[in-house]
C-alpha cells in the first residue's frame, strides 16, 4: 500500500470504534455466508486496532446487522443468546450477528458511513463482553443440555411475560453453573448460580419469592446421563466472590440446544 493511501485510511478511521455500525454506500457490497445482501455492517475490531495504522493493523472484523422478532429479540438483548451482540442504530435494539462474521481491508471502508452504535463507556463495555463471551464459553457436555432442558424450556416461556415469574426472570443478570469435580468427569454434580446484578435489586423485588422462582425452576432439572446431580442457589453478583465467579461459567440458552435458529431481518 502506499504511504497516500495509508494516511488517507488512518485519517477516515481515526474517530471510529468497536460497536460503531458501519453503512455500505451505494453500490458497494460485502459477501456474507446465508446472505444475499446487507447494508449494515457492526464492527466487532477492538477499538485501538481499528485505529492503527493500517500498515500494522490492515483488517477489521464486521459482523452483519440483523433484526429479532419476539421473545428471540428479548434473550438476546438480556444476553442470553451469544451469537447476538446488542446495538442500537437510529435508536432501535438491532443486534451483530457473531455467527457470520466477515473481515476486510480497512481502505475498503474509507468510504463508508459510520453510525455509533453504543452510548457511552457503560455499553461499550457491554458490547466487548458480548462478542468474547460468544468466542470463550466452556465446552458444557451434552448431558448437561438434557438435563436442564425443561428449565430452558421453562425460561423461554416465561421471559418477558406481565408477570411475576417474568419480572423475576427479567431480574436476573447472569446465569452460571460449575460442575464439580469437571465437566470433563464421569459423574458430574451440577451447581446452579441464579444472580440479580446488586443485593439491592434482590431486596427490591423481595428474596424470598425469587428464592421460591429458584426452586421451582430447579425443580424443573432432571440428572442426565453424566450429570449425577443439580442444586443451585440465588446470589447477587455483588455478593459472588472472585472465586466463585472465575471457576463457574456462563450458562447461555446457546449452551443448552435452543431448538431452530432464530428467524433474523437484516438491516
Not at 107 to 112: A, P, R
Not at 236 to 259: C, N, T
Request: glycine content about 6%; some cysteine; proline content about 6%.
Amino acid at each position: 500500500m502506499c504511504e497516500v493511501d495509508a494516511e488517507r485510511t488512518d485519517e477516515a478511521l481515526a474517530e471510529w470504534e468497536q460497536g460503531d455500525i458501519a453503512e455500505l454506500p451505494s453500490g458497494a457490497s460485502v459477501t456474507l455466508p446465508g446472505s444475499d445482501s446487507v447494508e449494515h455492517l457492526a464492527v466487532l475490531t477492538q477499538t485501538c486496532d481499528i485505529r492503527r495504522s493500517v500498515v500494522e493493523r490492515p483488517f477489521l472484523s464486521l459482523a452483519p446487522i440483523v433484526r429479532l422478532d419476539g421473545i428471540n429479540a428479548a434473550l438476546a438483548a438480556r444476553g442470553r443468546l451469544p451469537r447476538f451482540a446488542p446495538l442500537l442504530l437510529n435508536s432501535e435494539t438491532v443486534f451483530a450477528d457473531l455467527d457470520r462474521i466477515v473481515t476486510v481491508h480497512k481502505q475498503d471502508i474509507v468510504e463508508w458511513h459510520r453510525t455509533p452504535g453504543v452510548a457511552g463507556s457503560e455499553e461499550r463495555r457491554r458490547f466487548a463482553n458480548s462478542c468474547g463471551r460468544k468466542f470463550a464459553r466452556a465446552a458444557l457436555p451434552n448431558d448437561l443440555a438434557s438435563a436442564l432442558d425443561k428449565f430452558r424450556k421453562r425460561v423461554i416461556k416465561k421471559h418477558g411475560k406481565s408477570s411475576r415469574e417474568g419480572a423475576a426472570l427479567d431480574l436476573l443478570e447472569d446465569i452460571r453453573v460449575t460442575g464439580t469435580p469437571s465437566w470433563d468427569a464421569s459423574e458430574i454434580d451440577v451447581f446452579v448460580l441464579l444472580c440479580p446484578a446488586s443485593e439491592e435489586e434482590l431486596d427490591a423485588f423481595g428474596a424470598r419469592e425469587l428464592e421460591q422462582f429458584a426452586e421451582s425452576w430447579l425443580d424443573l432439572c432432571v440428572p442426565h446421563g453424566a450429570v449425577r446431580s443439580i442444586d443451585g442457589s440465588v446470589i447477587p453478583l455483588d455478593q459472588l466472590s472472585a472465586r466463585e465467579y472465575v471457576d463457574s461459567d456462563p450458562l447461555d440458552l446457546g449452551h443448552l440446544s435452543v431448538e431452530g435458529p432464530p428467524d433474523t431481518n437484516q438491516s
